[in-house]
């Protein structure tokens, strides 16, 4: 996998998040739904800000970002789910989600550190402190 390629995963794997959140948001039921529908709500903007900021990274060192639902499909590590029915459900999807893209970042460093691109490691370390937020956070939310 090349720099472009990398920084297109990240594009893929937040745009599956972007719609599993909003489904999340859209769906989540029980007595801390007015808790997660807020949550999610925030966590599918935070991903939309993302994907943003990385697809125009991608533009300023020459790359093409993709930019189709099936581009995202067939690039990314995430699964499309919908099987997700209660909030406890989706709360652990979302945490073994975060869990990829941050390994997927990890590569992404790497492959920046390898292209002497300092901007893009910054980048992605700053969203691996993010995932480690929301990993934690959604972790102590299941009681784990």
Same mark, same amino acid.
């Given at each position: 996998?090349?720099?472009?390629?990398?920084?297109?995963?990240?594009?893929?794997?937040?745009?599956?998040?972007?719609?599993?959140?909003?489904?999340?948001?859209?769906?989540?039921?029980?007595?801390?739904?007015?808790?997660?529908?807020?949550?999610?709500?925030? &966590?599918?903007?935070? #991903?939309?800000?993302?994907? @943003?900021? =990385?697809?125009?990274? *991608?533009?300023?060192?020459?790359? $093409?970002?993709?930019?189709?639902?099936?581009?995202?499909?067939?690039?990314?590590?995430?699964?499309?789910?919908?099987?997700?029915?209660?909030?406890?459900?989706?709360?652990?999807?979302?945490?073994?989600?975060?869990?990829?893209?941050?390994?997927?970042?990890?590569? &992404?460093?790497?492959? #920046?550190?390898?292209?002497? @691109?300092? =901007?893009?490691?910054? *980048?992605?370390?700053?969203?691996? $402190?993010?995932?480690?937020?929301?990993?934690?956070?959604?972790?102590?939310?299941?009681?784990?």
């Amino acid at each position: 996998m090349n720099l472009h390629s990398a920084l297109n995963l990240q594009i893929a794997n937040w745009n599956v998040l972007y719609n599993k959140l909003h489904r999340f948001h859209w769906y989540v039921k029980g007595p801390l739904f007015f808790t997660l529908h807020e949550k999610f709500e925030e &966590l599918y903007e935070e #991903a939309a800000a993302v994907i @943003d900021k =990385v697809a125009e990274r *991608l533009l300023a060192i020459g790359g $093409e970002p993709i930019a189709t639902m099936k581009e995202y499909i067939n690039t990314a590590t995430l699964n499309e789910t919908n099987g997700e029915k209660t909030a406890n459900e989706m709360v652990q999807s979302l945490i073994q989600d975060y869990k990829q893209v941050k390994n997927d970042l990890k590569q &992404l460093i790497k492959l #920046a550190e390898e292209n002497d @691109d300092d =901007v893009t490691v910054d *980048l992605a370390t700053g969203l691996m $402190e993010k995932l480690d937020t929301h990993i934690w956070m959604l972790t102590a939310y299941l009681g784990d």
